[in-house]
């Protein structure tokens, strides 16, 4: 079936170093991506999602780009802050199919200083 | 502006108890809206959505069921609670297009003894 397979568990950063969270996808047809944030004690909220027209979405820094080539959706921001510290999922959508995202098991992010 | 709200916050239930979830959106007319459920550690699993008044499709049988009675309600509920039905349970909505963004609401953290 339809799945994302992304980076999880713990990652730990120090404050200033680049970010990659890992996120690929298996899927029969052109789905749509996501990434979607969720600070301590908040709920989900979206971060980043694909364009069908293989424009690359940035919101605070973070930046993603659908390669289809490789089925990934990678998260990366050159820079990371204290307040990046959270949990991210990344997630999955078929057309069609509206807003009923699969997401992956998530990667809390952890930024020291 | 739309808003979500979900209640009650937090509950502790007994085992074999009953109980009721619920979830109210303003300033949207239609929405989807869905239910999701998150163990402690674990991922978002969704556990059912809803088009329309009346109309709830499940995605994961957990022994819990869903019901939307008005267009801007909706509610997650078990006559017999289990161990395993501990975790976070958040209630979304989107447009319900492709693509679309889920607004989550602030989740209702349950803790089954």
């Known amino acids: 079936g339809d799945s994302v397979t992304q980076t999880e568990g713990l990652v730990t950063l120090t404050e200033g170093l680049p970010v990659m969270l890992n996120c690929t996808y298996q899927?029969?047809?052109?789905?749509?991506l996501f990434w979607y944030v969720q600070h301590l004690n908040e709920a989900p909220k979206l971060l980043l999602k694909s364009f069908t027209d293989n424009k690359r979405p940035e919101h605070q820094g973070f930046h993603a780009t659908l390669h289809k080539s490789s089925s990934s959706f990678h998260l990366q921001k050159s820079s990371a802050q204290l307040s990046d510290s959270a949990l991210y999922y990344c997630?999955?959508?078929?057309?069609?199919?509206?807003?009923?995202?699969?997401f992956g098991k998530g990667a809390k992010l952890t930024v020291s200083p | 502006a739309q808003t979500i709200h979900q209640w009650p916050v937090a509950e502790i239930k007994a085992v074999g108890s009953p109980l009721s979830l619920g979830c109210t959106i303003k300033?949207?007319?239609?929405?989807?809206l869905y239910w999701y459920w998150q163990a402690t550690g674990g991922t978002l699993q969704q556990l059912f959505y809803s088009i329309t008044v009346g109309q709830v499709e499940s995605v994961v049988q957990l022994n819990l069921s869903a019901s939307r009675p008005k267009d801007d309600q909706f509610i997650l509920s078990t006559e017999k609670l289990l161990l395993s039905h501990s975790g976070f349970y958040l209630c979304?909505?989107?447009?319900?297009?492709?693509?679309?963004?889920?607004?989550f609401g602030s989740g209702t953290r349950l803790t089954v003894l």
């Open positions: 300033g949207k007319s239609s929405p989807n």
């Open positions: 899927s029969t047809y052109s789905p749509f």
């Open positions: 997630a999955l959508s078929l057309q069609g199919t509206g807003s009923k995202l699969s």
């Open positions: 979304a909505w989107s447009l319900g297009g492709d693509a679309e963004t889920l607004y």
